[in-house]
């Protein structure tokens, strides 16, 4: 299997636009997957297929894909948006990777 | 409303073995991919194990090959997770989850459950 790298932490004012970043070698050839995890609660699908985001999630998120980088930003970034992000991937024989999580603290 | 309950989870001694189950509703069970994906405390996702809708396919995380089981009943909508050998490293929260979309090829998660707690300790 391989690996997903993302930062361990960004921070952000409210109102400004957050961008988490995932690394791996397989992303230009496997669709990225991204989860918001807040405290004590399971994760929740943000977007998927790299920029598609799923009914119910806020249009102020969003993804994006260059070469071996994806990109989850958050446009206009509110508290409530404070949590965990992880990003996920997949191998063609369907071997699921996740990315270590990057803990988005709004200021 | 899809809803996805875990159970069968607890303090367990090294070596020892549990089973957690998972209840489906509110979708058809018996079309999708299921997964258990864990999250030992203060730490990030891991992928454990999935199978698909009609026990087809299935594949397990290198840390748990030959530990852990999934299996699924279709009939009684619930997913299982049989865990042997266990280890203090497998503590951690359990979730259940649904893949939208394994059968044409995509891996992802839109439905999890809450999560229940496996301890291994002496």
């Known amino acids: 299997s391989y690996e997903l790298t993302q930062p361990p932490s960004v921070s952000v004012s409210p109102g400004q636009t957050a961008r988490i970043t995932c690394s791996g070698d397989?992303?230009?050839?496997?669709?990225a997957y991204w989860y918001q995890q807040k405290p004590g609660q399971a994760p929740v699908l943000v977007i998927y297929k790299d920029s598609e985001r799923p009914s119910g999630i806020p249009e102020r998120f969003s993804g994006s894909s260059s070469g071996t980088t994806v990109t989850l930003t958050i446009s206009g970034v509110q508290a409530e948006d404070e949590a965990d992000y992880y990003c996920q991937s997949a191998d063609s024989s369907g071997t699921v990777v996740f990315g270590g999580g990057t803990k988005l603290t709004v200021l | 409303e899809v809803q996805l309950v875990e159970s069968g989870g607890g303090l367990v001694k090294p070596g020892g073995s549990l089973r957690l189950s998972c209840a489906a509703s509110?979708?058809?069970?018996?079309?999708?991919?299921m997964n258990w994906v864990r999250q030992a405390p203060g730490k990030g996702l891991e992928w454990v194990s999935s199978i698909s809708s009609s026990s087809s396919y299935i594949y397990y995380a290198d840390s748990v090959k030959g530990r852990f089981t999934i299996s699924r009943d279709n009939a009684k909508n619930s997913l299982y997770l049989q865990m042997n050998s266990l280890r203090a490293e497998d503590t951690a929260v359990y979730y259940c989850a649904r893949d939208p979309a394994a059968a044409d090829g995509f891996y992802y998660f839109d439905y999890w459950g809450q999560g229940t707690l496996v301890t291994v300790s002496s």
């Open positions: 397989a992303l230009p050839k496997q669709y």
């Open positions: 509110g979708f058809t069970f018996s079309s999708y991919s």
